[in-house]
């Protein structure tokens, strides 16, 4: 699996990687190249959407099943989801068909939302008037078209699909500005209680992970509501691996005052120290400074007592702390000791 320090944010509720995006029917999360084999294997076995879009001369489009008989017509912007569903419109409105050509959610949506590699819940909201502050309504429809949560003034988002479970999860947040998680059964998962909840290892297969903030403090949590990271102030926390069993995440001290937000490596100005802890809460490293990565290696520079030392992904220990400083000019990098600058390559193998 891919190192996710390089690939998530904080932020991975609207970005997994890349956001895949169909306004206004779009989705919140992407999760290519995050699906265990085992999801593909399981929907090769679905029934294939036993129909197809065909293109009327006044740019309207009609669903025919295979005998070419007309199915839905009036329709606009159609298109066929993971071989399963039909998103479309018809006379301004969204709705979805399933492959036994069933309207599972009426034509009467002024947005869907879904994910574009899962087959999952959709998002759907209604334009209630044009003042900004409370101008749409969501709700979730599930796969069969049975109300998850019913339309209210809400905001949600999706933020996990478990493979394993076949599951949603999503983030709602109510009209007082709480939020909390909600599965695709409609139990909570957490509570809504905290100002915002941020996943950070959406579409991995691993059970998720999220770190929520309440009243400008922040803490690590799962989706089972267990904290792993206390709530505390000036604290930014992102997924720093999740090899093997346990993930490990990335826990920084910020600046009092900062407000920075993003990847660790972007906000650097505003470390003052780190530490890597595992999902047990357990601390595996402390450094007195922001751990950085190497531009062209898996590596990643701490520092203690005032000198520099190197760890790899997993949060190994590669050279104790021992530099006074380095150099990182990508292709080679420096450490310095007693006023020599040695090639990293010559104190590690680096192949």
Same mark, same amino acid.
């Given at each position: 699996?891919?190192?996710?320090?390089?690939?998530?944010?904080?932020?991975?509720?609207?970005?997994?990687?890349?956001?895949?995006?169909?306004?206004?029917?779009?989705?919140?999360?992407?999760?290519?190249?995050?699906?265990?084999?085992?999801?593909?294997?399981?929907?090769?076995?679905?029934?294939?959407?036993?129909?197809?879009?065909?293109?009327?001369?006044?740019?309207?489009?009609?669903?025919?099943?295979?005998?070419?008989?007309?199915?839905?017509?009036?329709?606009?912007?159609?298109?066929?989801?993971?071989?399963?569903?039909?998103?479309?419109?018809?006379?301004?409105?969204?709705?979805?068909?399933?492959?036994?050509?069933?309207?599972?959610?009426?034509?009467?949506?002024?947005?869907?939302?879904?994910?574009?590699?899962?087959?999952?819940?959709?998002?759907?909201?209604?334009?209630?008037?044009?003042?900004? /502050?409370?101008?749409? @309504?969501?709700?979730? &429809?599930?796969?069969?078209? $049975?109300? !998850?949560?019913? #339309? %209210?003034?809400?905001?949600?988002?999706?933020?996990?699909?478990?493979?394993?479970?076949?599951?949603?999860?999503?983030?709602?947040?109510?009209?007082?500005?709480?939020?909390?998680?909600?599965?695709?059964?409609?139990?909570?998962?957490?509570?809504?209680?905290?100002?915002?909840?941020?996943?950070?290892?959406?579409?991995?297969?691993?059970?998720?992970?999220?770190?929520? /903030?309440?009243?400008? @403090?922040?803490?690590? &949590?799962?989706?089972?509501? $267990?904290? !792993?990271?206390? #709530? %505390?102030?000036?604290?930014?926390?992102?997924?720093?691996?999740?090899?093997?069993?346990?993930?490990?995440?990335?826990?920084?001290?910020?600046?009092?005052?900062?407000?920075?937000?993003?990847?660790?490596?972007?906000?650097?100005?505003?470390?003052?120290?780190?530490?890597?802890?595992?999902?047990?809460?357990?601390?595996?490293?402390?450094?007195?400074?922001?751990?950085?990565?190497?531009?062209?290696?898996?590596?990643?520079?701490?520092?203690?007592?005032?000198?520099?030392?190197?760890?790899?992904?997993?949060?190994?220990?590669?050279?104790?702390?021992?530099?006074?400083?380095?150099?990182?000019?990508?292709?080679?990098?420096?450490?310095?000791?007693?006023?020599?600058?040695?090639?990293?390559?010559?104190?590690?193998?680096?192949?």
């Amino acid at each position: 699996m891919p190192n996710k320090l390089a690939l998530l944010t904080w932020l991975s509720i609207l970005s997994v990687g890349a956001v895949s995006a169909i306004t206004p029917a779009h989705a919140t999360i992407n999760c290519a190249g995050y699906l265990p084999n085992s999801y593909f294997e399981r929907i090769e076995n679905n029934k294939s959407f036993a129909g197809k879009l065909v293109e009327q001369t006044d740019g309207s489009q009609q669903l025919h099943d295979l005998n070419g008989n007309v199915i839905i017509g009036n329709l606009t912007d159609a298109y066929i989801l993971m071989d399963t569903y039909m998103l479309a419109k018809q006379h301004g409105k969204y709705g979805v068909i399933n492959a036994a050509g069933k309207t599972i959610v009426p034509f009467k949506y002024d947005e869907i939302q879904t994910e574009p590699d899962i087959v999952t819940s959709f998002i759907v909201s209604v334009n209630t008037s044009d003042d900004a /502050s409370n101008a749409t @309504k969501q709700g979730i &429809i599930n796969r069969q078209g $049975d109300w !998850i949560y019913p #339309l %209210a003034d809400v905001h949600i988002q999706h933020a996990q699909y478990d493979p394993d479970y076949d599951q949603d999860y999503f983030i709602v947040t109510d009209d007082e500005g709480l939020t909390g998680l909600l599965d695709d059964r409609g139990y909570w998962a957490v509570m809504p209680q905290y100002d915002a909840i941020y996943p950070l290892n959406a579409c991995t297969g691993e059970p998720l992970y999220l770190q929520v /903030s309440l009243q400008n @403090k922040t803490a690590l &949590i799962d989706q089972n509501n $267990d904290v !792993i990271i206390l #709530l %505390a102030a000036n604290q930014h926390i992102e997924l720093f691996n999740s090899y093997g069993d346990v993930p490990l995440f990335l826990r920084s001290t910020l600046v009092a005052g900062s407000t920075a937000e993003g990847m660790s490596e972007d906000i650097q100005d505003d470390i003052e120290s780190a530490q890597i802890i595992d999902a047990n809460g357990k601390l595996i490293l402390s450094s007195d400074t922001p751990i950085r990565k190497l531009l062209y290696h898996q590596l990643y520079t701490y520092k203690q007592a005032g000198k520099v030392g190197l760890i790899n992904d997993q949060g190994n220990v590669i050279l104790e702390p021992q530099f006074d400083s380095y150099r990182d000019d990508a292709d080679k990098v420096w450490f310095e000791k007693n006023g020599e600058m040695l090639r990293l390559n010559s104190l590690i193998d680096l192949d």
